[in-house]
């Protein structure tokens, strides 16, 4: 049938405000700085098959590894009515430890009658026993058990990296399940924080449930799945429209992370992007095997890196849905650092290895013709503080991503001090971090001159600066230490980034990955990478 293009429109806007809506609802009543603060979040919306409708514009390297944990979930759990299934296992669609997810289904209930018929309209019944959607959501947690506080640090497999979770029912009937909640808590540093991060999450479940209820009961579930669908294939076709307007052909590129945190070498991502026709074959054979560090993506990573790319090349507002990926085919060797087996541990995949895949990807799309920017930072700069705090005697565990330089664009300047590509977070507020941990902010500022030159500039990163207040375990998960952010058509590379350990009489840079014990009245300095400058530059006189 048919999509009527105002009711089109009017579905695409019910179906991501109900995920946006659970976004808000997650991130105003979440306790911890990283949730409620930097919103290191995401919330989607999917159909009675588990397919996604639309995905709230949080955080990109969700966005196709969110309907692999759907999967995984729906493959392990049968999910009745007040069941919701908690999951951060890497290996079953989820990205690493500290993302937790939680799915559940959307049954027939408040405005539907017998069947699940709307008590306004006359639509064709659905069986109550069976899900009319599925509504998921995910949360980067400051602390998910492990070796180091935060679960952030270097490991070489993933025991080493926290509590494992594979999709377990947290909700049954309506009632929280305590004995996993219990297990949960007891593998955590901050078991309140988790606690309360966990119940914002069921939360926020329930808030889009309520809503897509709202919606049945408004239009009836025949007409709310129908324009489900329909949005699913028009966004597949407006991606089909841009991969047409490339030039066909095959177009490889390679780029690489410093290093894996045990070997000094670098680590090479390699893709090659075949367009032709309306279709696309995104093809990462000759990349690097899997490392020992914890560098490596699992598949839904590197879907999730892909995907965000492709979308960024469609001009129009789309709902973030499957569609996107329907004329995409992507190709991870198993046992790569694009596609690990476990035991691989896997904490940087989600945040380091993905900004090098969107990097890789971007620069060999340049080739066919799109208009895409040169290389930003490329790196996260996760920084995790952890140890007891002195003014409550009780532990605490610190996260953050560090913003950086934004490469130049084809007609445009790069952005300073900007979150890039695979992460759209935030920088938690000085205040918020010296009232919640025992630090301070000294320093915060644009870093001049850290942005390549080019006829467009690319964008500076920043200088942050924090001072302990008490003695604690410091660990910098990072890249772009020795290699930098490309230029494009001629423009100079970004400026590499460096994390400095500053003591009352010493200062010591820390490698890309790095742990170490520090104490109160140490400083750690982050400068981070800028982007990419775009064209040669302008020479003296020219206009």
């Given at each position: 049938?048919?999509a009527?293009?105002?009711?089109?429109?009017?579905?695409?806007?019910?179906?991501?405000?109900?995920?946006?809506?659970?976004?808000?609802?997650?991130?105003?009543?979440?306790?911890?700085?990283n949730?409620?603060?930097?919103?290191?979040?995401?919330?989607?919306?999917?159909?009675?098959?588990?397919?996604?409708?639309?995905?709230?514009?949080?955080?990109?390297?969700?966005?196709?590894s969110?309907?692999?944990?759907?999967?995984?979930?729906?493959?392990?759990?049968?999910?009745?009515?007040?069941d919701?299934?908690?999951?951060?296992?890497?290996?079953?669609?989820?990205?690493?430890?500290?993302?937790?997810?939680?799915?559940?289904?959307?049954?027939?209930?408040?405005?539907?009658?017998?069947?699940?018929?709307?008590?306004?309209?006359?639509?064709?019944?659905?069986?109550?026993?069976?899900?009319?959607?599925?509504?998921?959501?995910?949360?980067?947690?400051?602390?998910?058990?492990?070796?180091?506080?935060?679960?952030?640090?270097?490991?070489?497999?993933?025991?080493?990296?926290?509590?494992?979770?594979?999709?377990?029912?947290?909700m049954i009937?309506?009632?929280?399940?305590?004995?996993?909640?219990?297990?949960?808590?007891?593998?955590?540093?901050?078991?309140?924080?988790?606690?309360?991060?966990?119940?914002?999450?069921?939360?926020?479940?329930?808030?889009?449930?309520?809503?897509?209820?709202?919606?049945?009961?408004?239009?009836?579930?025949?007409?709310a799945?129908?324009?489900?669908?329909?949005?699913?294939?028009?966004?597949?076709?407006?991606?089909?429209?841009?991969?047409?307007?490339?030039?066909?052909?095959?177009?490889?590129?390679?780029?690489?992370?410093?290093?894996?945190?045990?070997?000094?070498?670098?680590?090479?991502?390699?893709?090659?992007?075949?367009?032709?026709?309306?279709?696309?074959?995104?093809?990462?054979?000759?990349?690097?095997?899997?490392?020992?560090?914890?560098?490596n993506?699992?598949e839904?990573?590197?879907?999730?890196?892909?995907?965000?790319?492709?979308?960024?090349?469609?001009?129009?507002?789309?709902?973030?849905?499957?569609?996107?990926?329907?004329?995409?085919?992507?190709?991870?060797?198993?046992?790569?650092?694009?596609?690990?087996?476990?035991?691989?541990?896997?904490?940087?995949?989600?945040?380091?290895?993905?900004?090098?895949?969107?990097?890789?990807?971007?620069?060999?799309?340049?080739?066919?013709?799109?208009?895409?920017?040169?290389?930003?930072?490329?790196?996260?700069?996760?920084?995790?503080?952890?140890?007891?705090?002195?003014?409550?005697?009780?532990?605490?565990a610190?996260?953050?991503?560090?913003?950086?330089?934004?490469?130049?664009?084809?007609?445009?300047?790069?952005?300073?001090?900007?979150?890039?590509?695979?992460?759209?977070?935030?920088?938690?507020?000085?205040?918020?971090?010296?009232?919640?941990?025992?630090?301070?902010?000294?320093?915060?500022?644009?870093?001049?001159?850290?942005?390549?030159?080019?006829?467009?500039?690319?964008?500076?990163?920043?200088?942050?600066?924090?001072?302990?207040?008490?003695?604690?375990?410091?660990?910098?998960?990072?890249?772009?230490?020795?290699?930098?952010?490309?230029?494009?058509?001629?423009?100079?590379?970004?400026?590499?980034?460096?994390?400095?350990?500053?003591?009352?009489?010493?200062?010591?840079?820390?490698?890309?990955k790095?742990?170490?014990?520090?104490?109160?009245?140490?400083?750690?300095?982050?400068?981070?990478?800028?982007?990419?400058?775009?064209?040669?530059?302008?020479?003296?006189?020219?206009?």
């Amino acid at each position: 049938m048919k999509a009527d293009p105002v009711k089109l429109e009017i579905f695409k806007s019910l179906y991501s405000s109900v995920a946006e809506e659970m976004g808000l609802s997650l991130r105003r009543s979440a306790f911890s700085p990283n949730i409620k603060e930097r919103r290191d979040y995401s919330c989607a919306v999917f159909n009675r098959q588990g397919t996604l409708i639309a995905q709230g514009d949080h955080m990109p390297v969700h966005l196709g590894s969110m309907p692999m944990s759907v999967r995984a979930a729906l493959e392990t759990v049968k999910l009745g009515p007040g069941d919701i299934v908690v999951l951060n296992d890497p290996y079953a669609g989820g990205t690493h430890l500290p993302d937790v997810t939680m799915v559940a289904a959307v049954h027939g209930g408040q405005g539907l009658g017998a069947g699940g018929r709307s008590r306004k309209r006359n639509q064709s019944p659905i069986p109550n026993p069976h899900p009319l959607f599925y509504v998921a959501n995910r949360a980067h947690h400051a602390d998910i058990g492990g070796a180091t506080p935060g679960s952030m640090g270097r490991a070489d497999e993933i025991y080493q990296e926290g509590l494992r979770i594979p999709p377990v029912r947290l909700m049954i009937g309506g009632k929280v399940n305590d004995d996993v909640m219990r297990l949960i808590s007891a593998n955590v540093r901050i078991p309140d924080e988790r606690e309360g991060d966990l119940t914002a999450q069921l939360g926020a479940i329930a808030t889009g449930q309520q809503r897509l209820l709202e919606i049945v009961e408004r239009y009836g579930f025949k007409e709310a799945d129908l324009y489900a669908s329909h949005l699913i294939n028009y966004t597949g076709e407006m991606m089909r429209r841009v991969i047409r307007d490339l030039s066909d052909g095959v177009y490889e590129a390679e780029d690489f992370l410093d290093d894996d945190g045990y070997s000094d070498e670098p680590v090479r991502i390699a893709v090659r992007v075949g367009i032709r026709g309306d279709r696309a074959h995104v093809d990462f054979q000759g990349s690097a095997p899997q490392v020992r560090g914890p560098i490596n993506a699992v598949e839904a990573i590197t879907v999730s890196a892909v995907y965000y790319v492709f979308r960024c090349l469609i001009a129009s507002n789309v709902p973030a849905s499957w569609g996107i990926m329907q004329p995409i085919k992507v190709t991870a060797p198993s046992g790569s650092v694009v596609n690990a087996r476990p035991p691989a541990p896997v904490a940087g995949g989600n945040v380091e290895t993905s900004q090098r895949i969107v990097d890789t990807v971007l620069r060999a799309l340049s080739k066919a013709g799109a208009p895409v920017p040169a290389a930003s930072q490329g790196t996260m700069n996760n920084l995790t503080i952890g140890g007891t705090d002195r003014r409550t005697g009780k532990q605490f565990a610190y996260y953050e991503t560090v913003a950086g330089g934004m490469g130049a664009r084809p007609e445009l300047d790069g952005i300073d001090g900007i979150h890039t590509h695979m992460t759209n977070s935030l920088n938690t507020p000085a205040e918020a971090l010296e009232y919640a941990y025992p630090m301070r902010v000294r320093r915060y500022q644009i870093r001049p001159g850290s942005g390549g030159e080019g006829r467009f500039r690319g964008g500076d990163g920043v200088v942050r600066e924090i001072e302990l207040l008490t003695d604690a375990r410091v660990t910098i998960l990072s890249d772009r230490r020795t290699t930098r952010p490309y230029g494009l058509n001629g423009g100079e590379p970004g400026s590499p980034g460096r994390t400095l350990l500053i003591s009352p009489n010493t200062e010591r840079v820390l490698t890309s990955k790095d742990s170490t014990q520090a104490s109160a009245g140490d400083r750690i300095r982050i400068e981070t990478p800028g982007g990419g400058g775009w064209g040669h530059a302008k020479l003296q006189g020219e206009n």
